[in-house]
């Protein structure tokens, strides 16, 4: 028999080739695979919006720094955060566990407190998992269920020629809170009472540790009378995300060098650390920031925005997907985020 | 720090410390932890079902000997049977999978046969997931979604004093389905092009390999007009199941050891192997049969029931759950379920 390694194919490649084959046949499945939800209708008004997340030990997230209490509330906000980004609500989540020898109750407690929190501050239901030994290490998997009304739904197919491309918050600072965490845990090996220093740098930590999904954007988009006509949440990084819009929406685009929102912590930190900033902004990933499309007629209304700004535009397909440099020169957008099988 | 062992809660244990400080706070949850699924109600006339299993390999599954076609059909209807066991019509599933290096595509593309065939014979639709590599094994999370007429569902919690216990198909088939499996793999081990002998165990393999969720035998409930009081699928094994429906009913219930189903095969593959056969009916599990009550009255109808009979009653809970041996001796039911904690 023939032998494919994964890696070859890569997350989006592999999950192309695995879910080709599945032909949709219930009337109420009105979206299935390559959104940030499913997408369910019952009746005339609304959907059920689902979204799932696997998180494991070793691969997503390293306990050496990451408090459980934090991996706890960050591992619902990225189901959360895909909820938003199809301009739903969330509502419920499922939480599966599986638990190696290592942890004691004292520990999942930790981790379900941090659950708990992100379920306070977002007003969502825990209504169900599953929970199990394993063999080694901790597995988190995460379903979150959304409400929103039919005409609410914004997907990645929309977007059209001359949309502008707007982003909110800063990117890169989960990235490069990442790197400082990484630092400080290699710096701390055979030291005793290790103290980490992270002084001037609690923004990025707060990135990395505890992102929000950001509700707020959704608020203040409603707010001006903005609906976008594409979105998702930036989880990969932004250039991977870029694709996917232009991908699914048949389009190309142009973002501006000058424009990408990058907080001054993350460029201090890319500077210490002699990394390109530009790249990190770009393709760090797990920012959980809105990246959305409105149309060109909505420019006025996207400038009042305060928690979202414009970065670059939509264009025809046969135009690629370039990003215009500081001095004018046209560099295009790679998918370079997070892979986990490379 | 206090330190408490996982094992010393067991599953439920677990959840049960887990969950108790998360309260519900959207109209939209019906309900939430604690019965086979979560129930979501967004209009007046349906409900959404969620349900959710993890399956890890070494704990769940051990590949030596589940073929991985067989494993994916199976990891789905395992869920499918939870949306059943309330009597709703499961719709959608997502996927998560991480995989392990030693995995090629061909061998997730057989694990995908497996769930797509689940998916045409069950008429459910793929419609999302997550998938990412892992540092060892196999990891499968599935979530279903399924749809129920609010006055249709059925809970554990409704079995009164007086109601029938009944069961569909036959009980411990798929746990000696099991042993046999692990016997041959045993035997195999250092045998080149070693032949396992299957010879008239064909159903324990199939009941292991390849369980169903009854579908059938709501239909059959429907046609006779048959509305169980309290319903729940027996994947833990019937005593485990027994003491949920009581526990959450506040009930007690008695069995007649001479009324629980066992197929032939079972019974002999039991003596053969020198097994109590009655504690792998009991308390086996992997059976996925559905396990219900019904009120006294529809004493005639369920005995006309193909699919399922009637295997004891409910009694008022200071009578504890007992079952009745074949020389009139009481028992306490103990759930002596499978726990992967221990």
Not at 46 to 73: N, Q, S, W
Not at 101 to 117: D, M, P, S, V
Not at 132 to 145: D, K, M, N, P, Q
Not at 182 to 203: H, L, M, N, T
């Amino acid at each position: 028999m023939q032998e494919t390694e994964i890696s070859t194919l890569g997350e989006f490649g592999l999950i192309e080739r695995l879910t080709k084959n599945f032909d949709l046949k219930n009337d109420s499945t009105k979206l299935g695979v390559g959104d940030d939800c499913a997408v369910i209708k019952y009746d005339d008004d609304k959907c059920t919006l689902v979204t799932t997340d696997l998180l494991l030990e070793g691969i997503h997230f390293d306990l050496t720094y990451v408090p459980l209490m934090h991996l706890g509330y960050k591992a619902v906000v990225v189901n959360l955060s895909d909820i938003v980004a199809m301009n739903g609500t969330p509502r419920q989540i499922t939480v599966s566990l599986g638990i190696s020898k290592r942890f004691t109750l004292e520990h999942i407690e930790q981790l379900y407190a941090g659950i708990r929190q992100a379920c306070v501050d977002y007003g969502v239901d825990l209504v169900g998992g599953d929970t199990s030994a394993s063999v080694t290490g901790l597995i988190i998997s995460i379903t979150c269920t959304g409400e929103a009304r039919n005409e609410d739904i914004i997907y990645r197919n929309g977007a059209h020629d001359t949309d502008l491309v707007c982003v909110s918050g800063d990117l890169g600072a989960a990235y490069m809170g990442l790197q400082l965490l990484e630092r400080e845990r290699v710096a701390s090996k055979g030291i005793k009472d290790f103290q980490p220093d992270f002084a001037g740098r609690e923004y990025l930590l707060q990135r990395q540790l505890k992102p929000e999904a950001r509700v707020d954007v959704l608020e203040e988009m409603r707010q001006l009378g903005i609906r976008p006509t594409a979105m998702m949440d930036v989880s990969d990084g932004l250039s991977s995300e870029l694709l996917h819009i232009c991908k699914a929406s048949g389009t190309g685009c142009r973002v501006y060098e000058d424009r990408i929102p990058i907080d001054y912590q993350t460029a201090s930190m890319a500077e210490e650390l002699n990394m390109n900033l530009v790249t990190a902004a770009m393709n760090g990933g797990e920012d959980y920031e809105l990246l959305f499309t409105v149309p060109l007629t909505d420019h006025e209304k996207v400038q009042q925005m305060k928690t979202a700004r414009m970065i670059g535009y939509i264009t025809k397909p046969d135009l690629g997907a370039y990003m215009i440099t500081r001095d004018d020169a046209e560099i295009e957008i790679r998918a370079q985020g997070w892979n986990a099988f490379s």
